[in-house]
């Protein structure tokens, strides 16, 4: 018995040495965070036949993410295979007046709020309204999506 509670003093003084033979530092951890953005979207819009003077329309689905406010620009990039194509391609800004796409990138969908980590589905609406002045055969437009900082 007295071997126990010897055994028992001397761990009860082993504990409260251990708390005073101890050591600690504090370090302080600077994170910046920038701003980003990403966006996904299919690799083709595929436009119905058209006959000249016809119009043809096509929604087009991209995923945003941003951690700012953001607008979403379109441009084309080059005509690829369309060097013939006169018709005009056309895209609805958010949602509304239509515009004609250029090799510039023009503001489609502006002054969004920052997305989160789950990201924004964005319907763009595009269109297309043939010319007799169009190449028979099929024609291809690279089309580039540019996410950007809220102006």
């Not at 979207?41 to 700012?68: C, H, M, Y």
């Not at 080059?78 to 056309?90: A, C, I, P, T």
């Not at 510039?104 to 589905?121: D, K």
Request: overall charge negative.
């Amino acid at each position: 018995m007295r071997k126990l509670v010897f055994l028992g003093l001397f761990t009860l003084a082993l504990i409260a040495l251990s708390g005073i033979c101890h050591s600690s530092g504090l370090v302080i951890f600077e994170i910046e965070v920038i701003s980003g953005f990403t966006v996904s979207n299919p690799e083709n819009l595929v436009f119905d036949a058209v006959a000249p003077g016809q119009t043809s329309n096509r929604d087009l689905t991209v995923k945003v993410w941003s951690n700012i406010e953001w607008d979403l620009l379109v441009s084309f990039v080059e005509k690829g295979e369309s060097e013939d194509l006169s018709g005009e391609v056309e895209f609805s800004k958010n949602g509304g007046i239509w515009q004609r796409l250029t090799n510039m990138g023009l503001p489609a969908v502006t002054n969004q709020l920052p997305t989160g980590a789950a990201g924004r589905e964005v319907v763009l609406p595009f269109r297309f309204t043939s010319s007799y002045d169009d190449a028979l055969g099929s024609h291809s437009l690279q089309v580039e999506l540019t996410v950007a900082p809220a102006i």
